[in-house]
């Protein structure tokens, strides 16, 4: 496609579910990006792919999320037994390089997650 | 360890008036500096950026930013305010590391 898509675009959910993400990049990028946005706040980083290896998972919270990127496009993250302070819009970025090197990221509309 | 600090979560400018949003960041190496643009219920869009090859960076509609190395800023403005400009403006570092680091964001409010 012409740009970053992400699915879904809302998702609801109970407390303790387990929800996947999916982040499908912009052909021809080789790097991808997963960042948090809180109400109110600006993106928070989670992890970065080049590739198909994870370059950095210094942001992911802890060990409940997990993203993967097999065949170095798309990407899902997954939520395991989500809790409401999980809830917030997961933003999915991809770049033809890296942000050092000016690589300009191009955003997803993001995935809206409610964890009730 | 890199930050980007946006002076101001709301900034309120009359039409026509001038914009000015504050970033001061800390880096340790030298940075690369962003703006972007988020408009209600969508990703994030690229304003403008700086790289090193000039100070004085232009982007679209009309905005600009300079990177003053002395006050570690990279503020962002604009001559004239449209009411179209009134969305959420983010400052964002790449460093030392292969991302980008965000501030907090700062919503531009227009009035007439």
């Known amino acids: 496609g012409a740009g970053v898509s992400q699915t879904p675009s809302n998702k609801v959910t109970e407390k303790g579910k387990y929800v996947e993400l999916r982040c499908d990049p912009i052909?021809?990028?080789?790097?991808l990006y997963w960042y948090r946005q809180s109400l109110g706040q600006g993106p928070e980083f989670l992890i970065y792919?080049?590739?198909?290896?994870?370059?950095?998972d210094s942001g992911l919270p802890n060990d409940r999320f997990f993203a993967v990127r097999p065949e170095g496009s798309v990407s899902t993250l997954k939520i395991q037994r989500t809790e409401r302070g999980d809830s917030a819009v997961y933003l999915c970025?991809?770049?033809?390089?890296?942000?050092?090197?000016?690589?300009?990221?191009?955003f997803g509309e993001g995935s809206r997650l409610t964890v009730l | 360890a890199q930050s980007v600090t946006q002076l101001g979560s709301h900034v309120s400018v009359s039409e026509g008036a001038l914009v000015l949003l504050r970033c001061n960041y800390s880096?340790?190496?030298?940075?690369?500096l962003f703006w972007h643009v988020q408009y209600p219920n969508q990703g994030l869009q690229l304003l403008l950026k700086?790289?090193?090859?000039?100070?004085l960076v232009k982007g679209i509609n009309g905005f600009e930013a300079e990177f003053k190395k002395s006050e570690t800023s990279f503020h962002l403005t604009k001559p004239s305010a449209h009411m179209s400009d009134a969305v959420e403006y983010f400052c964002?570092?790449?460093?030392?590391?292969?991302?980008?680091?965000f501030g907090t964001g700062t919503r531009l409010q227009v009035t007439l």
């Open positions: 792919f080049q590739g198909t290896g994870a370059a950095d």
């Open positions: 700086y790289t090193s090859a000039a100070t």
């Open positions: 964002a570092l790449a460093g030392t590391a292969s991302k980008l680091t």
């Open positions: 970025a991809s770049s033809r390089d890296r942000p050092e090197n000016t690589g300009e990221l191009f």
């Open positions: 880096s340790s190496v030298p940075p690369y």
């Open positions: 052909s021809g990028h080789t790097a």
